[in-house]
């Protein structure tokens, strides 16, 4: 991992030595780049098992930058860690446009500003019912600290939701707990007093977390999830309205197009940055 910092008090982190080292290891330091990590369309090369291809080797070598510094392949290095017992033609393909994306972006990394006020902003989200196999929701969730993101996460949720209400739910009550950690983590750096802000794009969802009476429709939703309740009540968080459009967060749960991909992965802080 390189950091630099600039004279202004910038800080820009990039892996990009180890990124072109991976590259060469899987031989794929020359294919041709591609806009995105996750293709939009479905592939239909068959569900042919690959015995002969590194496939957890190269999952391995990917998942690595996906929690370091590159949040953008989260989600991608999340869908294809599903399958590392018996990968199929298809995932293996999946794998190799994931290294096709960083080899257009092997100098990417998260810029953090240091003229930016220090408080951070959460982001949650999910794509209900996307993992075709179970029915299970994929949450996403991503912090911002000095316009970059701190913390980020891509999983499948525990059980399978019901309507996308209750998938957005599960996904803000787990945010939640991330908010309280580094709450903690602020005020031991800083004395952090702020009060985070979490966005979410449903809004019976956040209804739901700021109405604590029990619903017929949310009733068999596990107890666990409506901590969050308690959070809003008590102040530790406040939940606000998002659009689709804007939702950082929905660049972790869901393959999108090459220009929503592009304006989410910047409102992730992430940049081609070059110091003099």
């Known amino acids: 991992m390189q950091i ?3 004279p202004n008090g910038d800080i820009f982190i990039s ?3 180890y990124t072109e080292k991976i590259l060469q290891r899987f031989k794929l330091e020359n294919s041709k780049a591609v806009s995105t990590p996750c293709d939009v369309a479905k592939s239909q090369e ?5 015995t002969d291809v590194p496939y957890r080797e190269a999952v391995g070598c990917l998942q690595y930058l996906a929690v370091a510094t590159r949040p953008d392949i989260a989600f991608a290095v999340a869908l294809v860690s599903r399958a590392l017992c018996s990968p199929t033609k298809d995932d293996w393909k999946n794998v190799k446009r994931i290294y096709r994306y960083l080899r257009g972006t092997s100098n990417f990394g998260l810029l953090y500003k240091s003229h930016v006020q220090t408080v951070f902003t959460v ?3 999910a794509d209900h019912a996307g993992d075709e196999k179970t029915r299970r929701s994929t949450s996403g969730m991503v912090s911002i600290n000095s316009s970059a993101a701190i913390t980020w996460w891509s999983r499948l949720q525990h059980s399978v939701a019901i309507s996308s209400t209750e998938a957005e739910y599960v996904a803000a009550s787990e945010a939640a707990n991330e908010v309280v950690w580094l709450k903690l983590l602020f005020n031991e750096l800083i004395e952090y007093e702020g009060t985070p802000t979490m966005f979410v794009d ?4 956040i209804k739901l977390a700021q109405n604590p009476q029990h619903h017929r429709r949310s009733k068999h939703i596990d107890v666990r999830y409506h901590s969050i309740r308690e959070k809003v009540e008590r102040g530790v968080l406040k939940l606000e309205y998002i659009p689709s459009s804007e939702q950082i967060a929905d660049i972790l749960t869901k393959p999108l197009a090459k220009t929503l991909f592009t304006n989410l992965r910047d409102g992730l802080g992430l940049d081609k940055f070059e110091f003099g």
């Open 46 to 50: 068959g569900d042919v098992v690959m």
């Open 4 to 6: 630099n910092q600039k």
């Open 123 to 125: 982001f949650s989200d």
């Open 15 to 17: 892996q990009k030595v």
């Open 202 to 205: 449903n809004q019976s969802a």
